[in-house]
């Protein structure tokens, strides 16, 4: 018994077919109840109430940089051991992420209005999560250029694996490039926290809510591109003589 | 190796419109910036840096497809995957030849092109080193971009996707270094660093492109 019966699809069919809704179950409620109790804090002495979108920017902003992530061991799965769920859910992470990385640049905008005066700044961690944005397009991009599926799932993990060097490299290129407008993590694990408890506990609540939910549609989403993999070889087979 | 570079250099030279193309694009891309900003001198000659980069960059990725594009589809690329030559070889020598035909003349051309623009005369040298040091990064990582895309039909605009965020930090690294010579300050720092990107991509991205090319091969 070990992760990588997995591997296999009937299996992770099984599993995650059993999990899926309790773990969908379980992100809406702890994204009803984060959300909810992150609206229910008090309004910041210095940012009043624009600093609640911070339960919906953070944690989006966490899981962009995660789902790359996730991708990115998935290809060196893929690449190593050629499981196709692991290629599989590599893709479907994709738009998962991209969309995370939308909102965090809309609620950042949103929030970067009132409170620098400006929607966009060209300022470091805006900038590579801009690049983190277009690396994104791109991956999905080859994804769908290329017919045959087993290739692109082999193109994309190399662009994988290039991109997550160049997205890295990117990130230090604008930090050189401009200084920063954004303010420096509230939560860091050799900082120490700086951010009071009224806020920080429903913030976690959030980010766990984040994680459950990428998870959820990570799942479903692989389930489904499992299913279209399938009907595709049924397809392939009726046409045969 | 040197085959594949010879054979490369003569397509590009006889077939036409290799090496002008890039030079003239690049050309047309320096005439067109002082009609959309206006021609005032000082509004030029602080851009002139980031223009000049985005340029090369421009018709450098202009010309990215005719690495593998054209060998992928009269099959001569299969042949070069079955000769000794090992494909990492083939893309080395491939991207090189690129950027003999286009980073080399953009180069040469530069301090011309820096003259429309009102470039400041202390950021020549500068422009002329990052653009050397830069645009064998550009030209290789264009190989990389070039190899995934080659079984793809009409792969222009997705090689453009792929291609242009791994341009980013060579691009920043590039303006960098002619802004701060522009400034009359060291830009040491810049140009090591792209100096380091350019050695780092010249020595690892071909076994990327070479194993995409595997793929596309297959």
């Given amino acids: ?241 | 190796m040197k085959a594949v570079f010879l054979r490369d250099l003569r397509l590009a030279f006889r077939a036409g419109g290799g090496v002008g193309l890039g030079l003239a694009f690049f050309l047309i891309v320096c005439t067109l910036v002082p009609f959309g900003v206006g021609a005032g001198g000082d509004i030029l000659s602080r851009i002139a840096p980031g223009i000049m980069w985005v340029g090369a960059l421009l018709a450098c990725l202009l010309s990215l497809d005719r690495i593998f594009a054209l060998d992928g589809e009269d099959g001569s690329l299969d042949l070069l995957a079955t000769a000794p030559l090992p494909l990492e070889g083939v893309v080395l020598a491939k991207a090189a030849a690129h950027w003999v035909t286009t980073g080399l003349p953009l180069v040469v051309a530069a301090p011309l092109f820096g003259l429309l623009l009102h470039l400041p005369t202390p950021a020549l040298p500068w422009l002329l080193t990052s653009l050397a040091l830069g645009t064998p990064a550009l030209s290789m990582l264009g190989a990389f971009g070039a190899a995934l895309t080659v079984g793809v039909r009409r792969g222009g605009l997705l090689l453009s996707a792929l291609v242009l965020p791994l341009y980013i930090p060579t691009l920043i690294f590039g303006a960098e270094t002619v802004r701060l010579g522009a400034a009359g300050q060291d830009p040491a720092t810049p140009l090591a660093l792209l100096a380091g990107i350019t050695l780092a991509v010249v020595a690892a991205i071909p076994f990327a492109a070479a194993a995409a090319l595997r793929v596309n091969l297959r």
């Fill in chain 1, 1 to 241: 018994m070990s992760l990588w019966e997995y591997a296999n699809p009937v299996k992770f069919m099984r599993l995650s077919g059993a999990v899926l809704p309790w773990l969908s179950a379980a992100a809406a409620v702890a994204l009803v109840a984060g959300l909810g109790w992150g609206f229910a804090t008090p309004p910041d002495y210095r940012q009043g109430a624009t600093v609640k979108i911070m339960f919906v920017h953070v944690p989006a902003a966490m899981m962009a940089i995660n789902a790359w992530m996730m991708m990115l061991v998935a290809s060196l799965i893929w690449i190593v051991r050629r499981h196709h769920v692991s290629a599989l859910a590599a893709r479907a992470a994709a738009p998962v992420g991209a969309v995370m990385t939308v909102i965090a640049l809309v609620t950042g905008a949103i929030w970067g209005q009132p409170m620098w005066g400006s929607w966009w700044e060209w300022d470091p961690r805006l900038t590579s999560f801009l690049v983190l944005f277009l690396f994104y397009v791109g991956y999905i991009a080859l994804w769908s250029a290329v017919e045959d599926p087993d290739s692109a799932a082999d193109l994309t993990s190399v662009l994988c694996l290039v991109g997550s060097v160049f997205a890295l490299l990117s990130r230090y290129a604008a930090l050189f490039w401009n200084q920063g407008l954004h303010q420096g993590a509230s939560l860091s694990v050799r900082a120490g926290e700086r951010m009071a408890p009224v806020y920080k506990q429903p913030l976690y609540l959030c980010m766990l809510a984040f994680f459950l939910l990428f998870l959820a549609l990570v799942l479903a989403r692989t389930r489904t591109e499992i299913r279209r993999r399938r009907t595709a070889a049924l397809i392939a087979r009726e046409a045969r003589p």
